[in-house]
């Protein structure tokens, strides 16, 4: 006979309904832990919120100018600004600049070894004949680099540039692009793009201003500049703006500049007259050290001043344009230091009496790049000693008994020793101004080299330890 099938017992009602009390409890426990879980990240979420809301936002630089500069219009440029929300949604952060035709363009640029696609794009264009009798413009975006993004990096650079190229009717070779900000991700050029039809729409010969403001990044002001003298046969107006804060350090800063001018020069002129400027000006400044892989400088000339071409560099015309030039771009690099991130002293170095000019560049540099020296500076601290420390690691020919160091017209030290003039509390006082020289003479010859840098402070720590949020 077969063997009966096992068969489960039948359940009571009463087992029925434990157990459905057993399996509700199990739900509600679920779900109260759910709801915890749910309450919890929304209350993280709600600090957060209010946390980013009440982040307080950089304070405006305690040696910004009083105000940006009423700049004269050049014939020839006209500049626009919108908002792509390029990092952050409702902020102005592109601009477009477009000029006419007949323009000459000139630029200088990072050597970084990881130089941005936009600079490569930049230099690559500079490096042929330029067809000067077609129109040209200037794209900037910030709050993205676009550096170390491999060949995403150029195809965006091609979108950006191919898009205003299309829109204003000029070769994609006359359209220079930057940009700045975060290294390393995408940048979004759809975003770009989606905004060119409203930034050729607003062109403006007097938007210089806004332009400047949108391409900021941990700047706390615009940075403008403009010189205006008579040429031969009519006035001529050099104006410029820019960008940087921090990252600053030759060759060049992190910083985009862009000067314009009415001039009528030819592009291999307007590049001699660059290029023999920078080591005095955006060569000469350092707030960090550290150099960026999106420095670029674009000078353009219209050629629409009334007055003569300047051909003849020895003439007086072209020395006054390098003069007015040279204060343009000297205004622009001390105002980036004067926005050093954190930044509450100007400071100027003054090296003389160098074995030569590279020597004297090398212990300029060694004292505004110290970490010790800076921070010195910022705690007001007269320690005239970190300024000797630089001056020995700097790799400079340099002999202790020949030396001698100043502060503002205090001579410190001299002749292998302290001063006998030296008063502490003098120099302490000195220290406590938001501007200050310090000088040193190597007693060993006539190079020489003056440089500019800011003191180092914590604040300088606050804005970089969080820059990427």
């Keep these: 006979m077969a063997k009966a099938l096992d068969k489960k017992p039948k359940l009571s009602d009463a087992d029925k309904l434990k157990s459905l009390e057993k399996k509700l409890k199990k739900l509600k426990s679920a779900f109260k832990e759910a709801a915890a879980s749910v309450e919890s990240r929304v209350e993280k979420g709600a600090e957060a919120a209010v946390a980013a809301a009440t982040k307080p936002k950089n304070p405006v630089s305690p040696l910004a100018p009083a105000g940006f500069p009423d700049l004269p219009v050049v014939a020839g440029v006209e500049f626009a600004s919108a ?53 040209a413009a200037i794209i900037v975006n910030s709050g993205n680099a676009n550096a170390f993004t491999g060949r995403n990096g150029q195809e965006a650079v091609d979108k950006v540039t191919g898009g205003v190229a299309a829109a204003l009717g000029i ?49 706390t002001f ?124 100007f400071v100027e170095v003054r090296v003389t009496g160098a074995a030569d000019d590279a020597d004297a560049h090398r212990v300029a540099m060694a004292i505004a790049n110290s970490p010790l020296v800076k921070t010195a500076i910022a705690g007001e601290d007269a320690n005239w000693g970190r300024v000797v420390m630089a001056v020995g690691k700097s790799g400079a020919q340099a002999d202790r008994d020949r030396l001698t160091i100043r502060f503002g017209d205090m001579v410190l ?21 938001d501007s200050l020289v310090l000088g040193v003479d190597l007693g060993l010859g006539r190079g020489k080299r003056t440089v500019w840098t800011c003191d180092l402070t914590h604040r300088y720590i606050d804005i970089n330890a969080d820059y990427r949020s």
Excluded: H
Aim: charged share 20%; aromatic share 4%; hydrophobic share 45%.
């Design 83 to 135: 908002a792509a929300g390029v990092k952050y949604k409702g902020r102005t952060d592109v601009m477009l600049v477009r000029l006419a035709p007949g323009t000459a363009i000139a630029g200088a640029f990072t050597r970084s070894s990881t130089r941005a696609a936009c600079v490569l794009d930049c230099q690559a264009k500079l490096a042929g004949k330029q067809d000067d009798q077609q129109g």
């Design 171 to 219: 070769p994609r070779e006359r359209v220079f692009s930057s940009s700045t900000g975060v290294i390393g991700e995408p940048l979004p050029a759809e975003r770009i793009t989606a905004v060119i039809g409203e930034l050729t729409a607003a062109l403006d010969a007097g938007g210089a201003a806004a332009a400047a403001r949108a391409i900021m990044t941990t700047d």
């Design 413 to 433: 030290a001299e002749n292998g020793w302290r001063a006998p003039s030296y008063d502490e509390a003098a120099a302490s006082a000195y220290m406590k101004r």
């Design 222 to 345: 615009p940075k403008g500049a403009a010189v205006s003298f008579q040429g031969d046969g009519g006035t001529i107006n050099v104006v410029g703006i820019a960008k940087g804060s921090g990252m600053i350090a030759p060759d060049m800063a992190t910083m985009l500049v862009y000067i314009f001018t009415d001039a009528q020069i030819a592009p291999a002129v307007l590049q001699k007259m660059l290029s023999a400027r920078m080591d005095r000006t955006f060569n000469a400044i350092t707030v960090d050290s550290d150099t960026s892989t999106s420095d670029a400088l674009i000078l353009a000339a219209t050629g629409k001043s009334p007055a003569a071409p300047l051909a003849d560099l020895r003439s007086a015309p072209a020395r006054a344009f390098g003069r007015a030039l040279d204060q343009v771009m000297l205004d622009l690099a001390q105002q980036v230091v004067k926005d050093g991130e954190g930044a509450t002293k």
